[in-house]
């Protein structure tokens, strides 16, 4: 029997007492006898469910139910954990007739039995049993047992395709990978990998191409020239001579910052630190700022925001570069050089839709109007007449030029823009039941005419690993519940352009479709540390899987994962579709004390010792593995693995200590997180029992799940902060964002409007998640339940 033949219930976990069976049972359900039976029944079944292989489909907050008090034959199913069985034991009571006429006392015989009929039907039933057994057995036999429904997928089938997954494959796919780096463009690391995937058994892999603007560097590297001495730099601090262009060419001309403005500026150098607001506005007291220098720090604020603040101010250009003090001790970069993308997603000449045939092409060369030329501490140094070993007695001292002293200096920037094409690499692994549904995976390889790092080919050795296990399984039969789409990115370092650009174009099917994001870009950056960032709807599942698979010699951080703003394309996906993302990375700690967003800063050298990181490859398998496990459990959970509960918690942190703190932002989040609760109980709980994982109801409820984060995008941001508020910038601070900057930028405007602004954008985000946790309970108690 269906809900639906079963008038007056309101929801499927209330109380359901004896004189309101369904018609179809009253004969059986009001005969006093079966219901003391149907109670001692409930113990029998509470054995089957404690079985293994049930214990996955439990709530880990589900309460313990308790029917030793049990004197009524009401069966009140509001104390009652939710049944976790493929028949759950109030189904079967209610549906299977077998179960009434099993259970029913029968009469008392009034004659004796035969001794000869008792022992042929014995001598029968023996038979019978054995001959039971045999059918069983050899059926049990030649049924494979990769037949079973994915839906019955446990943990023990996730093991197997994990367990297939070695560290000494990865290492050689990533040694095959690096001696493609003779290649002048990617067609030829695009066509390996779409070969080696197909050859895997991975289906319907394709190359998707976009033509786009790039910011190349230019026929020659940048300089600075000391206007008083003459003195002439390269941007590593080597003197302009013909001896140093050759011996470090590569790395001088990839000392850029693509899509800045080009050309040649003579101003003063002002020290502004860090760049934020608070110092400009004190430096704007002092000096002059129009068409000057700004000597400008990496970290702490994304730099496409600290940029527009130093072209408000007037600003003609900036050198941009990393104070040693702010990396590890272990780590030399003073005479590094390294490219920035002031790109922030995307063809720069298709702003907001895709590169295909046809499109409006902007002309949109220089996304600023700075001049930006990154250089290394050596030549900040020698620009402030500093000594490059600052650090006395074991305390380091920043780079500062003091506040006396004037500096003349000329920097010419050269680089140029040409149309280039990207490619990306995209396979598919259909989904059984939900083949609309998709979860992607993605990584990035090399593209062409960018820095010659090597995280490109850990991303896509992992990457490729995975599917190999993944497809060993699939060719023995079995298949994931929801599409698995595999993704190698093209024109990551020139600001995602890939990505953004597959989103463009497929944005209508991804927003309806896209059920989660892992990220596989740049995994290894250390050695020290496990490094998980997810979305707050998955940061349970995350952290149960760091727990579990924590590497014995890698020192990990618990369950402390968090959600802050990552570089790589899955960017496109958390900001513009509201998509649930994963990433997994290896880092250093001292690494991840230092300020955020020096990760923006992409080294030549540093990027070209993963081996050293990592010479068995152990952590790449690790990374492999955890990726692979969250990738299974969200393509094959019947119900998605996403928490409604915890998006209202992240919010009402977020509201912690804030110096606003309006009243309405905190009765929002308090209602929140009053529906989210109701609709994590009434909703999810219910779910996980079979009798109500209708095919509809499961549906609906992930549609949901699916799209709880989408209420958090807003229009309006600073440049380089995320759209998706429930970000940070960091993991030292738990407040929005968008809240912290408009607070700081009202300290040096007479008005707060731009505070206004942003409150009103995260109340609004707030509201329109709690309607949206309550019309989903509406839907669910109105359209599923009552309506005959």
């Not at 949109?364 to 050596?378: F, Y």
């Not at 006395?392 to 000329?410: A, D, F, M, T």
């Not at 023995?476 to 519940?481: C, F, K, L």
């Not at 929801?482 to 099917?509: A, L, M, P």
Request: hydrophobic content about 35%; glycine content about 6%; aromatic content about 8%.
């Amino acid at each position: 029997m269906s809900r639906h033949d079963i008038p007056g219930k309101k929801m499927a976990y209330q109380k359901v007492n004896a004189d309101q069976r369904a018609p179809g049972h009253s004969q059986y359900l009001d005969n006093d006898d079966l219901q003391a039976t149907a109670l001692d029944l409930e113990w029998d079944m509470e054995k089957e469910l404690e079985e293994p292989g049930f214990d996955q489909f439990r709530l880990d907050r589900a309460e313990n139910q308790n029917l030793e008090n049990s004197e009524t034959a009401d069966l009140n199913l509001d104390s009652i954990q939710p049944a976790t069985s493929p028949k759950g034991r109030f189904q079967r009571l209610q549906e299977e007739s077998e179960y009434v006429t099993r259970y029913t006392r029968s009469a008392p015989k009034s004659n004796p039995c035969n001794f000869c009929r008792l022992s042929k039907m014995l001598c029968t039933a023996i038979i019978l049993f054995i001959f039971g057994i045999l059918i069983g057995y050899y059926a049990h036999k030649n049924c494979p047992s990769n037949a079973t429904s994915s839906g019955t997928l446990d943990l023990q089938l996730y093991q197997e395709i994990i367990k297939t997954i070695q560290a000494e494959d990865i290492k050689n796919s990533f040694r095959n990978l690096i001696q493609l780096y003779k290649s002048e463009d990617d067609v030829e690391i695009s066509k390996k990998i779409k070969t080696h995937w197909t050859s895997l058994g991975l289906e319907d892999v394709q190359f998707v191409n976009y033509s786009v603007l790039l910011s190349l560097p230019g026929p020659s590297p940048s300089s600075v020239t000391l206007s008083g001495s003459g003195q002439c730099f390269h941007p590593n601090g080597q003197p302009c001579s013909e001896e140093a262009r050759k011996h470090g060419s590569q790395d001088l001309l990839y000392s850029y910052a693509a899509y800045s403005a080009k050309g040649t500026l003579e101003g003063e150098v002002i020290d502004v630190g860090y760049g934020k607001a608070d110092d400009l506005k004190r430096i704007k007291k002092m000096k002059n700022t129009t068409n000057q220098i700004a000597l400008l720090k990496l970290g702490k604020l994304p730099l496409l925001y600290k940029l527009s603040l130093l072209e408000k101010a007037g600003f003609g250009g900036v050198l941009l570069y990393i104070d040693p003090c702010d990396l590890p001790k272990t780590t030399n970069l003073s005479y590094d050089t390294f490219m920035v993308s002031l790109n922030p997603g995307g063809d720069p000449s298709t702003p907001g839709y895709p590169s295909v045939d046809g499109s409006f092409r902007q002309n949109r060369s220089d996304l600023t109007s700075l001049l930006v030329q990154p250089i290394s501490a050596s030549l900040v140094a020698k620009l402030i007449s500093s000594p490059q070993d600052r650090t006395k007695n074991g305390v380091c001292s920043p780079l500062e030029l003091p506040n006396n002293e004037e500096r003349i200096v000329n920097m010419q920037v050269q680089t140029v823009t040409k149309f280039k094409t990207v490619t990306n690499v995209v396979g598919y692994l259909k989904g059984l039941t939900s083949p609309d549904r998709y979860v992607i995976v993605g990584s990035h390889h090399h593209t062409a005419y960018s820095y010659n790092g090597q995280e490109w080919a850990s991303s896509t050795a992992i990457i490729t690993a995975f599917i190999r296990a993944l497809m060993l399984r699939v060719k023995r039969g079995w298949r994931p519940d929801r599409t698995i789409v595999f993704c190698s990115w093209g024109g990551t370092t020139f600001g995602n352009i890939g990505s953004y650009e597959w989103g463009e174009e497929f944005k209508k099917v991804l927003q309806r479709n896209v059920v989660a994001y892992v990220s596989l870009h740049s995994p290894i950056r250390g050695n020290s540390s496990l490094y998980s960032v997810s979305s707050p709807s998955l940061q349970q599942l995350v952290a149960e899987k760091s727990n579990f698979n924590c590497s014995r010699r890698a020192h990990c951080p618990g369950t402390n994962v968090s959600s802050v703003q990552i570089r790589g394309d899955a960017d496109y996906f958390i900001n513009h579709l509201g998509v649930p993302t994963v990433q997994f990375a290896y880092e250093d700690i001292k690494a991840l004390q230092s300020p955020s967003f020096l990760s923006e800063a992409l080294f030549l050298k540093r990027a070209t010792k993963i081996e050293e990181m990592d010479p068995f490859f152990n952590l790449h398998e690790t990374i492999t593995k955890l990726s692979g496990e969250v990738i299974l459990q969200i393509a094959n959970e019947p119900v998605l693995p996403f928490n409604a509960l915890d998006i209202a918690l992240e919010v009402q942190n977020n509201l912690k200590g804030d110096q606003l703190n309006p009243h309405q932002l905190l009765a929002l989040a308090s209602r929140l997180r009053e529906s989210a609760q109701v609709f994590q109980s009434d909703e999810m709980r219910p779910a996980n029992d079979p009798k109500e994982r209708a095919p509809i109801r499961v549906r609906m409820l992930n549609d949901i799940l699916q799209d709880m984060e989408k209420s958090f995008l807003v229009e309006q941001v600073p440049p380089g902060f995320y759209r998706n508020i429930l970000y940070h910038v960091d993991e030292k601070t738990s407040q929005f964002s968008i809240l912290l900057e408009a607070l700081e930028h009202c300290k040096s405007l007479p008005s707060n409007k731009t505070l206004q602004e942003a409150l009103s954008e995260v109340l609004n985000s707030i509201n329109s998640a709690q309607v949206y946790f309550k019309a989903g309970l509406d839907v669910f108690e109105n359209v599923l339940v009552g309506k005959n």
